[in-house]
T-cell receptor, first 116, second 113 residues
Framework: DARVTQTPRHKVTEMGQEVTMRCQPILGHNTVFWYRQTMMQGLELLAYFRNRAPLDDSGMPKDRFSAEMPDATLATLKIQPSEPRDSAVYFC??????????????FGDGTRLSIL | SQKIEQNSEALNIQEGKTATLTCNYTNYSPAYLQWYRQDPGRGPVFLLLIRENEKEKRKERLKVTFDTTLKQSLFHITASQPADSATYLCALDINNAGNMLTFGGGTRLMVKP
């Protein structure tokens, strides 16, 4: 069974440190998404890539967050500098973008981030 | 204000009964709606997709309805089992821009033996 792989699964670090989260999408999928999940806000879309090109990052705080896809097998989400309010579970998902009626998204198991 | 509403209170039902979860949305005309299941410590897992021209969709013990007039989707699990206990999320593409999903807050389902 193909799966989206995220690393690390857990990360605890101090405020001000740089955090890098990685995602390996399912081979052949052309869309990649980054989400953040908290109890208060639920699941929020941060960034969206199609064919490795960023299409939407309006949900992402631009001053400290950045998302990239160096190649088709790796997506990264960086926070610099990190703040306690960034503590959340970050999910990566991939899918096949085929127009309006798109295929489902396949999620990884997330990175649980705690900023002290 | 929340754009997609799901009952935030947990739904507790007895094993064997039918669970019905609700997803309401306002001000959108989505081309399709999706339902996902999320277990603690795991990512959401896709269950069903229903398009705007489909009134109902079934998959094994699952049934989803989509009423574009009421702006509501209902998610049913028949003959529920304790293994069905999880949080269920609905999601839709509010911009019909292609694959950018907005999720509801989810409803936690507890099926008691």
């Amino acid at each position: 069974d193909a799966r989206v792989t995220q690393t690390p699964r857990h990360k605890v670090t101090e405020m001000g440190q740089e955090v890098t989260m990685r995602c390996q999408p399912i081979l052949g999928h052309n869309t990649v998404f980054w989400y953040r999940q908290t109890m208060m806000q639920g699941l929020e879309l941060l960034a969206y890539f199609r064919n490795r090109a960023p299409l939407d990052d309006s949900g992402m705080p631009k001053d400290r967050f950045s998302a990239e896809m160096p190649d088709a097998t790796l997506a990264t989400l960086k926070i610099q500098p990190s703040e306690p309010r960034d503590s959340a579970v970050y999910f990566c998902a991939s899918g096949l973008g085929l127009g309006v009626y798109n295929q489902p998204q396949h999620f990884g198991d997330g990175t649980r981030l705690s900023i002290l | 204000s929340q754009k997609i509403e799901q009952n935030s209170e947990a739904l507790n039902i007895q094993e064997g009964k039918t669970a019905t979860l609700t997803c309401n949305y306002t001000n959108y005309s989505p081309a399709y709606l999706q339902w996902y299941r999320q277990d603690p410590g795991r990512g959401p897992v896709f269950l069903l997709l229903i398009r705007e021209n489909e009134k109902e969709k079934r998959k094994e013990r699952l049934k989803v309805t989509f009423d574009t007039t009421l702006k509501q989707s209902l998610f049913h699990i028949t003959a529920s089992q304790p293994a069905d206990s999880a949080t269920y999320l609905c999601a839709l593409d509010i911009n019909n821009a292609g694959n950018m999903l907005t999720f509801g807050g989810g409803t936690r389902l507890m099926v008691k033996p």
